[in-house]
């Protein structure tokens, strides 16, 4: 059986499936070539990442393909009720990259309370000649450990940016409308694992608390963050999105940065991608990332693996 890995796959996921005796194509078609495609080389399995859509029209024109499996989490791309309702199995890896969108948060995290994504920018510059004077800038720095970290939305990705949280001594609180409480589970090096039990709260109360806040709710209609949740928060507030375009008013943000009441926020989803707006890319203030929450070795092999299984268990 054929399968095309449009948006590519991991060399596990390849190896996984060639041993089940599947043949893997990694070309990648252009959109309008995909049906012809998948067509005259009698695919029977699509795999897509965010770049490539699977809409009805694809649908409708392709019935030999069985399966269409997205690598990572997010299925805005796929007519995924559609593609059920005439008998496909549509498949994703939900899990696979949690892990490593909660370190891409720290890195940003981390490297806001210190100013390391303007130290980067000015330091080849002025490092040389303007030292002391960037040094002086970047004096003010703030350590994690002790600080609040509220997390919006406590689902795979919150839990796991909370494990990370607790790790680094932090305090966690976390709101969300359909969980009650979460219990993590950290596990060390050596096998020791700690337990902790994390009740969720109200928005309200987290967007007051919390020195830090991070996002990791699913798209949705109306904004998660606006003017009136800027306004509960507390002063000097850093914010950090890395879970969907459109969850954060972008607008409203500039404004709360430059009243000061955000100090520094982290983007890696964007409105408009992929041409975020130039009022973003240019301002100071944000640390910025082109959607790269889970471009990991590490979560690119366990998607490759993940959907490799789920396909062979689907198909024999
Ligand atoms: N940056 C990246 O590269 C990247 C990679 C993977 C996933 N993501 C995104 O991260 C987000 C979270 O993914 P996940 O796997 O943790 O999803 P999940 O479904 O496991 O968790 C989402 C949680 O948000 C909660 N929620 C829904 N609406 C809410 C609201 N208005 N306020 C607070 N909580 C709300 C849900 O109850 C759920 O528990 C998704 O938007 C996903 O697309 C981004």
Same mark, same amino acid.
């Given at each position: 059986m054929n399968v095309l890995a449009n948006d590519g796959i991991s060399q596990s996921g390849i190896d996984a499936l060639e041993k089940a005796g599947y043949n893997v194509s990694t070309t990648t078609v +252009?959109? =309008?070539?995909?049906? @012809? &495609?998948? @067509? =005259?080389k009698d695919i029977s399995v699509l795999l897509v990442r965010s770049a490539t859509t699977v809409r009805k029209d694809l649908i409708d024109a392709c019935p030999n /393909? *069985?399966?269409? #499996?997205r690598g990572g989490v997010g299925m805005d791309n796929i007519d995924v009720e559609y593609a059920r309702e005439k008998g496909l199995h549509v498949i994703n890896t939900p899990a696979a990259s949690s892990h490593s969108v909660a370190e891409l948060v720290f890195g940003h995290l981390y490297g806001l309370a210190r100013f390391l994504h303007n130290a980067n920018r000015e330091m080849p510059l002025e490092g040389d000649s303007n030292f002391k004077g960037l040094k002086k800038a970047y004096a003010k720095g703030t350590e994690l450990k002790g600080k609040t970290l509220g997390v919006l939305g406590f689902g795979r990705i919150g839990q796991a940016t909370a494990k990370v949280a607790l790790g680094? #001594? $932090? *305090?966690?609180?976390?709101?969300?409308p359909f969980l009650e409480k979460a219990n993590l589970e950290l596990e060390f090096f050596d096998g020791q694992k700690v337990n902790f039990d994390i009740e969720t709260i109200s *928005?309200? !109360?987290?967007l007051k608390q919390a020195d830090f806040i991070t /996002?990791?709710?699913? +798209?949705? *209609? !109306? &904004?998660?963050? !606006? %003017?009136? %949740?800027?306004? $509960?928060m507390k002063d000097g507030v850093i914010l950090a999105n890395a879970a969907r375009g459109g969850v954060v008013n972008e607008v409203a943000l500039v404004k709360a940065i430059e009243s000061g009441k955000v100090a520094r926020a982290a983007l890696d989803v964007f409105e408009k991608e992929p041409k975020p707006e130039i009022q973003l890319l240019m301002n100071p203030s944000l640390s910025l990332t082109p959607h790269t #929450?889970? +471009?990991t070795n590490e979560a690119q092999d366990r998607i490759g693996t993940e959907l490799a299984s789920q396909i062979v268990s689907i198909l024999g």
């Open positions: +252009a959109q =309008e070539q995909l049906i @012809n &495609y998948i @067509n =005259e /393909l *069985k399966i269409i #499996g680094a #001594g $932090m *305090k966690v609180i976390a709101f969300d *928005k309200e !109360d987290v /996002l990791h709710v699913p +798209a949705q *209609k !109306d &904004y998660v963050i !606006d %003017e009136a %949740e800027f306004n $509960m #929450g889970a +471009a």
